[in-house]
Each structure stands twice: as structure tokens, then as C-alpha cells.
């Protein structure tokens, strides 16, 4: 059992049409047909979306992706369109909300690792491969993969596991030829990426995105979508204490996960009950580890 321990009811705005409830975002459709994207304060944790918010959270992955989207727009296109408010919209939509081309998306997570970890590790210390992908002998918990893998996952609804398929499974699905420039973008936009956190003193571990097709004068375009290389689709580790063998400190919401499957929170993980709400002092600390990471990533000071 798992989704929503409560599930927010829908703004209405006028002039949108409401879509979509996801784990942290809302989507609406304007009477041209773009998409509005609306990031929340919501937290999702252990396939739950949980009762107690996260101040700034959304504010922080909408600015941080925007940060993100203006490095790599040569290398992959994105779907921002503006960052108007549209009219109507409640003042706190501000900062938070995107404007977005309606694309054709693809139905895969396109998830990019540099480092062996998560899921990743799971398999490699039960038979020494990441989705299939052979590695060598003698990585541990947090080592450098010998080069960036491309280890893509069909993408769940609220409440499920994202799943990891192999690479000729994607190619099933969407076509050789779309497989191959998803992987190919993939690997292109982490490795930038990489290097731009890097020289900022974080280690980018590994991360997700998501595409879509747009035409354009005919001919079908690959697009970057959703949000990128935030807190919620990374993994940000600081660069000074990394250290191959043992986990790794994270920028992420790892002191939610650590709140939840404490004594401290009375929550069964496996039980069918939802999550408790949280205490403050894990909301403080983890509203500042998302604030941390936005604030070394682009060297600007939240405000």
C-alpha cells in the first residue's frame, strides 16, 4: 500500500484546465494548449507522498531547473516556454511554475550513473552488473563507475517502483533509432553536468530525465522536459567528504528516509498504515540541504 497519505485538491484557475496530481507537481493545460507546470512543497518518500511539506522545496527545484536548462540548451532543447504567471493564478504559484510545450513524451525515466549506488548497487553485489551492463570487479558502495552508464526505468504511477529495464527493452518500446539518441542525450547532458557540479565541489552520483518529441518544420525533435538535476531526480554528494565504501552524505531527503525508518516515528515501512507527519527540526534540516545545494550549485544566495 502506498500514494498519497493525503491527496491536495486541485486550484482551479480560470482560463486552465487541470490535468494532473503527480508526487510533487501539478499540470494544467491553458486555452493554448501549453502545459503549466506547478511545483509543490510535497514530499515523497518510500513511494509515499507525505502529509507535511517541505517550505521552499518547490520554489527551489523550479529555479534550480531553470538554472540548469539555460547550461545545457546546446546540447538538448528544453520545454520552457515562460515563466509568467498565468492570469489568475494564486500569488503563490510565483517562482514555481512553468509555462511548457505539450510534447510527445517518451514513457521512459533515462536515468544516467556515474557512481555505483542505490538500486545500482544491489544488483552489481549480486552479479556484477547495472541493468544488465557488466562491470568490473572490486567497486564498493560509492565508486566511480570506469565511464557514465545509461540504465533506463519505464516510469510508475504515484505509489509504484519505477522499474529498471535493459537498454534492447527500450529499444522495443520506442525504436532503435529513438533508443539511441536517448542514450546518446542522456550521457551528453549528465556529463556536462557532472563537470559543471564537479568544479562546484559536488559529486553528481547520478540522475533522471525525462524526453519528449516536438515537430518542428516536420521533423520530430527531442526535447528535455520536466525538472533537471535537482535534489529530487540527483544525487548530490559533496565532493570533499566522498569516499568509496560506505554511503555517502547527500543533498537530498535523506534525513526524511532517516526520520521515517527510525524508532523515533513509530511508522512500520512494511505495514499498511501511512506515513506520520514530520517533526520540524527534519523539516528545517531538510529544507536546508535542498537551499545548500541550490546555493553552491549556481553560487547565488536563496532569498
Not at 256 to 266: H, I, M, Q
Request: net charge negative; with cysteine; aromatic share 8%.
Amino acid at each position: 500500500m502506498s500514494g498519497f497519505v493525503e491527496k491536495p485538491e486541485p486550484i482551479q484557475v480560470p482560463g486552465l484546465t487541470h490535468l494532473h496530481t503527480g508526487k510533487v507537481r501539478d499540470l494544467y493545460q491553458n486555452e493554448d494548449g501549453d502545459l503549466v507546470m506547478v511545483a509543490s512543497d510535497r514530499m515523497s518518500a518510500y513511494d509515499w507522498v507525505l502529509p507535511t511539506e517541505i517550505p521552499d522545496k518547490g520554489r527551489v527545484l523550479t529555479q534550480l531547473s531553470l538554472w540548469w536548462f539555460d547550461r545545457l540548451s546546446d546540447l538538448v532543447p528544453h520545454h520552457v516556454l515562460s515563466t509568467d504567471l498565468p492570469e489568475g493564478a494564486p500569488a503563490d504559484w510565483a517562482g514555481r511554475t512553468l509555462v511548457c510545450k505539450s510534447l510527445r513524451m517518451v514513457p521512459v525515466e533515462c536515468v544516467a550513473r556515474g557512481y555505483l549506488t542505490g538500486s545500482g548497487l544491489v544488483e552489481y553485489n549480486e552479479s556484477r552488473t547495472v541493468c544488465g551492463l557488466a562491470l568490473p570487479e572490486g567497486l564498493s558502495n560509492g565508486s566511480e563507475l570506469p565511464a557514465p552508464i545509461f540504465t533506463p526505468a519505464t516510469k510508475a504511477a504515484v505509489g509504484d517502483h519505477d522499474e529498471n529495464v535493459s537498454y534492447e527493452e527500450v529499444a522495443r518500446q520506442v525504436g532503435a533509432e529513438t533508443a539511441a539518441l536517448l542514450r546518446q542525450t542522456t550521457l551528453a547532458v549528465y556529463g556536462r553536468a557532472r563537470d559543471i557540479a564537479r568544479e562546484r565541489g559536488i559529486v553528481l552520483a547520478d540522475t533522471k530525465f525525462e524526453f519528449g518529441f516536438e515537430t518542428v518544420d516536420g521533423e520530430e525533435r527531442l526535447v528535455l522536459a520536466d525538472e533537471v538535476l535537482t535534489p529530487d531526480s540527483s544525487r548530490f554528494w559533496p565532493a570533499e567528504t566522498w569516499e568509496p565504501g560506505r554511503a555517502q552524505p547527500s543533498y537530498d531527503k535523506q534525513y526524511v528516509r532517516d526520520w521515517l525508518t527510525s524508532a523515533a516515528s513509530g511508522w512500520d515501512r512494511d505495514g499498511e498504515q501511512p506515513p506520520p507527519p514530520l517533526p520540524q527540526d527534519v523539516v528545517e534540516a531538510t529544507r536546508a540541504k535542498y537551499l545548500e545545494a541550490y546555493e553552491q550549485l549556481t553560487g547565488t544566495s536563496w532569498s
